[in-house]
């Protein structure tokens, strides 16, 4: 038998275990962090972000054990001798030549006895010849190389979160530039038609037909949202409604205006990606170049409601996302 074990020095071993441990402590920790960061909303819905966190820490501590039972093994090796064998077993042997004449004592009870005895059967006085010959050529090769190309789908995710991936330039409310860059003139008039109690999305509904856009304008509305722009006197408000999770998110948009004809600004930098409440008068733009509206609050600030009133900034909602 020829054995040849190759388990080279421990070195591969412990670079496996090592980069092994490093994948997975990195996955553990952009788990957390898309959780502290709140970039996990641009993926999941939020009752499943406990649930993330949870395996982000539960992971993390497995390799913290995983670490420690890696480094006892180090100070195990060193204590003991490192065994390198090489064991090469060529047997051809067992060449055996056996010639067996098998009278079975029968002639020599004759003699001391005096009987004559009959000739023994051929059976029993045949010689046995027996002739072994056993070749054993065993050869096992083990390879326990450094292989670097498995941890490679493993760090996807983490050489993503690195590239800043996924990020609101990717989802769904990047469309809100688009918004911002339409050429829409703000009247710089609209009669209040009083107010009424209206979300999102029955605004977003509301600019569907000619019959409810009717009966929205000029109606005084309060909207929640997250501020999105740059211009000082206009910017749109983002909400996002989803079935279930964050990567069927439909935005759902609502340009703000300043009253043209009014002195008052708002700050973007005060509220850039801040959640405000806006109070305003509902209007509808034709989109440039086609047959789609899309729902529009015009802010007429007052000596007595100035813009601050107008738009306000409100803590996060507890539930970001409609339904």
Known sequence: MAHDHSHGDRNAYYLNQLFTIAVCGALGGVTVMLWWTGKIGLMLHPKFFIWSLLGGITLLMLVLIRAAALWHSVDEAVTVPDHTHDHNHDHDHCDHNHDHDHDHGIRAAAQTTGFATAPL??????????????GHDHDHGHDHGWAPWRYVVLLLPVVLYF???????????????????????APSKIDSKGSIDVGFVELQQASLSLETRDFYEGKEVTLIGQYYGNDPKRFTLRRFKIACCGADAVKLDAVIMVDPSSVSVVDPDIYRDRWVEVHGRIHFFQKPGTNEYLTALILYPTDELKIDKLVKKIPRPATEWLY
Not at 165 to 184: C, T, V
């Open 121 to 134: 059967p051929m059976a029993v006085s045949t010689p046995h010849h027996h002739h072994h010959d056993h």
């Open 163 to 185: 590239l800043n991936l996924p990020n609101r330039g990717f989802s769904a409310d990047a469309g809100g530039a688009d918004l911002n860059g339409l050429a829409l003139e």
